[in-house]
């Protein structure tokens, strides 16, 4: 039995963003800003591995391009600030 993809509503334009080249993308990102910025702080030089939003762009393409409002990590804070986000969003739902 065939297993079928699901995608939620508006969903698929976004997994398109992802992956459509665009100015000030990942591998420029990262030349500009080399080092996690999260670990900077703490002091610690970690290379950065991914691109994050500053402020979640919840859907605005102005955000979501916007490369002020980019930020490179490593992939473990990239994550926890991914979770942090998710964790946050779902409160607020509930609410």
Not at 23 to 41: K, V, Y
Not at 55 to 76: A, I, T, Y
Request: contains cysteine; positive net charge.
């Amino acid at each position: 039995m065939k297993r079928r993809k699901t995608i939620r509503a508006g969903r698929l334009v976004w997994d398109i963003a992802y992956t459509v080249p665009r100015p000030n993308a990942t591998p420029q990102e990262l030349a500009r800003e080399p080092f996690c910025r999260d670990c900077a702080r703490r002091g610690l030089r970690v290379y950065a591995t991914d691109v994050d939003h500053v402020v979640p762009h919840d859907g605005d393409w102005s955000k979501f391009v916007d490369p002020e409002n980019m930020q490179s990590l490593c992939h473990s804070c990239h994550s926890a600030k991914t979770i942090a986000e998710s964790r946050a969003k779902a409160a607020r739902r509930k609410r």
